[in-house]
């Protein structure tokens, strides 16, 4: 099987190339390396991947490349890419978050309503629903998001429902619940917290700290994904959560433990953007991907540590 993972130099996107990889098939990344992080970090994702003789690495745009040439006898597309965070994009921002992720995602599927793909995995997140009516949230609750990220992902959505019903393009969107792993992005709190913890940096947190997320952890995101591919099921959309929450304190505490020194705090006003909390129901997913998450929240974020002591060299 041959596979496009764009995004592929990202945090959920290299993973899922890795996946790909150790397994044998041919994959095909693209990446933009956009500026909302360090190059370096991507590269670093990179190294592991391009000892494989079965990755073609593209650096190139979605908005520019030749996507017919690309998509060539590409069996499934996974599309990561995006333009992420939830704490931007309100003001001159927005073009960037309206250009890498509404245009780029209609361009792909534009380019790939005739060429025969099996399936076409849409990564969305559980900004769309904002602060959710129902608690666990189901796929079926109102879409309400608060962030320009959020309304981006949300009409990605719609994108790819249209060219489901009008094209045919066999489209499965995941929407993941907070993610967490190693290789992670920088402005992720785990990472944050964790760095800063590590150096004896001050910590601080928006709000009251009691606002919660439904934490899922980078390979049962990728188990997801390749359900995902594997099953014969398409125009649906599926919550992919790891069946924990916790808290920001919560979390604070779990890495206080793991790293042994205590986190120097501070308590500041909450951010627009950010929804109060988050939790899926994720029965739809375990009945019909048959997904079922593995790693626990302490088990995940010890190997997040690890990660971070490695890239920062702490």
């Known amino acids: 099987m041959k596979y496009l993972v764009t995004g592929a130099a990202g945090f959920i996107g290299s993973h899922i190339a890795q996946r790909l990889l150790d397994r044998g098939d041919k994959v095909i990344g693209i990446d933009c390396f956009l500026d909302y992080y360090p190059r370096a970090l991507k590269e670093y994702r990179l190294k592991s991947l391009l000892k494989y003789n079965k990755l073609e690495f593209i650096e190139g745009n979605l908005l520019k490349a030749d996507l017919s040439k690309i998509l060539k006898d590409v069996d499934f597309v996974i599309h990561e890419a995006a333009q992420p965070g939830v704490r931007t994009g309100w003001n001159s921002d927005f073009e960037g978050y309206s250009r890498n992720n509404i245009e780029a995602t209609q361009r792909l599927l534009n380019m790939s309503r005739d060429t025969g793909i099996r399936k076409f995995i849409f990564a969305s997140s559980s900004s769309v629903y904002g602060n959710a009516e129902e608690m666990p949230t189901t796929e079926n609750a109102s879409t309400k998001p608060l962030s320009p990220y959020g309304v981006t992902k949300l009409a990605c959505e719609h994108l790819c429902n249209v060219y489901y019903k009008s094209f045919g393009v066999p489209v499965i969107i995941l929407r993941h619940f907070t993610v967490f792993g190693p290789k992670p992005r920088p402005d992720m709190a785990h990472t944050i917290f964790s760095r800063a913890i590590l150096t004896g940096r001050e910590i601080q947190i928006y709000g009251d700290g009691e606002q919660s997320r439904g934490f899922t952890y980078v390979s049962d995101i990728v188990d997801a994904t390749m359900s995902a591919i594997e099953k014969d099921i398409k125009g649906e959309i599926f919550n992919i959560g790891g069946g924990v929450t916790a808290t920001v304190k919560e979390i604070i505490e ?26 899926p129901d994720i029965s739809k997913a375990a009945e019909m991907l048959d997904y079922h998450p593995k790693v626990g929240l302490e088990e995940g974020l010890i190997e997040v540590v690890k990660s971070v002591k490695d890239f920062y060299g702490i």
């Open 254 to 279: 779990i890495l206080e433990k793991i790293i042994g020194k205590k986190a120097i705090t501070r308590h500041v006003p909450a951010l627009k953007g950010e929804a109060r909390h988050t939790y």
